[in-house]
């Protein structure tokens, strides 16, 4: 058992489910832990698919949200996952540092100009003109992902969701663009299980934790809190474009 990477999956996961911005913490330690980065991107994406799904099934059992709002999610993500994956190859990775640099930044500037509210109605739908921004952000997610957490809570808090139901879509989203991208990577042989497998112990350990802190967590302090993540990743992408 790879130790380390199964405390790099917790807390990784953990910072994740509850505000995004987990790859801040785990693609760095793994690249420093010695992996080669597409090889990293592969375990991540096994990992987040079992950590993911676990957190989402807590909310989805503790009634924050019913399966038939969020079914519509699955053509749009999956779909979003393996473009992400089969451009892998030929997207360099600064390109796509800089589209995350821009999307992070415009959310935040969004957040602080468009204060989001709080819905009051469980069942919000999503509205048409999400679609596309659900395939971006798992053709980003398949291809790189640190951010894309952080991007999809913004979305889902733009549109009215309370913060565990932004939580609970973000986890299911985040689930099914994984499961299209670990297959074209599995399938590609870029799959190490060794590395894999205990990164996803981890993970699922740092995602149970995680949304069991969140409950606790008011709304208008989970906008700061991912606020400051969002600050963190910007300053990180900003470091690697610079480097």
Same mark, same amino acid.
């Given at each position: 058992?790879?130790?380390?990477?199964?405390?790099?999956?917790?807390?990784?996961?953990?910072?994740?489910?509850?505000?995004?911005?987990?790859?801040?913490?785990?693609?760095?330690?793994?690249?420093?832990?010695?992996?080669?980065?597409?090889?990293?991107?592969?375990? *991540?994406?096994?990992?987040? *698919?079992?950590?993911?799904?676990?957190?989402?099934?807590?909310?989805?059992?503790?009634?924050?949200?019913?399966?038939?709002?969020?079914?519509?999610?699955?053509?749009?993500?999956?779909?979003?996952?393996? *473009?992400?994956?089969?451009?892998?190859?030929?997207?360099?990775?600064?390109?796509?540092?800089?589209?995350?640099?821009?999307?992070?930044?415009?959310?935040?500037?969004?957040?602080?100009?468009?204060?989001?509210?709080?819905?009051?109605?469980?069942?919000?739908?999503?509205?048409?003109?999400?679609?596309?921004?659900?395939?971006?952000?798992?053709?980003?997610?398949?291809?790189?992902?640190?951010?894309?957490?952080?991007?999809?809570?913004?979305?889902?808090?733009?549109?009215?969701?309370?913060?565990?139901?932004?939580?609970?879509?973000?986890?299911?989203?985040?689930?099914?663009?994984?499961?299209?991208?670990? *297959?074209?990577?599995?399938?590609?042989?870029?799959?190490?299980?060794?590395?894999?497998?205990?990164?996803?112990?981890?993970?699922?350990?740092?995602?149970?934790?995680?949304?069991?802190?969140?409950?606790?967590?008011?709304?208008?302090?989970?906008?700061?809190?991912?606020?400051?993540?969002?600050?963190?990743?910007?300053?990180?992408?900003?470091?690697?474009?610079?480097?």
């Amino acid at each position: 058992m790879e130790w380390p990477l199964l405390f790099i999956g917790a807390i990784t996961s953990f910072l994740g489910t509850f505000a995004g911005g987990g790859g801040l913490i785990g693609m760095p330690a793994m690249i420093l832990y010695g992996l080669p980065i597409h090889q990293i991107i592969a375990a *991540t994406k096994f990992s987040n *698919t079992i950590s993911s799904f676990s957190s989402f099934f807590f909310f989805l059992k503790s009634d924050e949200l019913k399966m038939k709002e969020v079914i519509k999610i699955i053509p749009f993500a999956l779909a979003g996952g393996i *473009t992400g994956a089969l451009l892998a190859g030929a997207i360099p990775e600064k390109f796509m540092n800089g589209i995350a640099l821009i999307l992070l930044a415009f959310a935040l500037l969004l957040s602080l100009i468009k204060n989001p509210q709080k819905n009051s109605h469980q069942s919000s739908k999503l509205p048409a003109k999400s679609f596309p921004m659900i395939f971006g952000i798992g053709a980003y997610d398949g291809l790189f992902g640190p951010g894309q957490a952080t991007l999809s809570m913004y979305m889902y808090f733009q549109i009215g969701l309370s913060y565990l139901q932004s939580i609970a879509y973000t986890r299911f989203q985040t689930f099914i663009s994984c499961i299209g991208a670990f *297959t074209m990577y599995l399938s590609a042989g870029l799959v190490s299980f060794k590395v894999a497998i205990p990164l996803a112990i981890g993970s699922l350990i740092g995602a149970q934790l995680s949304v069991r802190t969140a409950k606790h967590i008011s709304f208008a302090s989970a906008k700061w809190i991912i606020r400051g993540v969002t600050l963190l990743l910007i300053g990180q992408i900003v470091y690697q474009l610079i480097q």
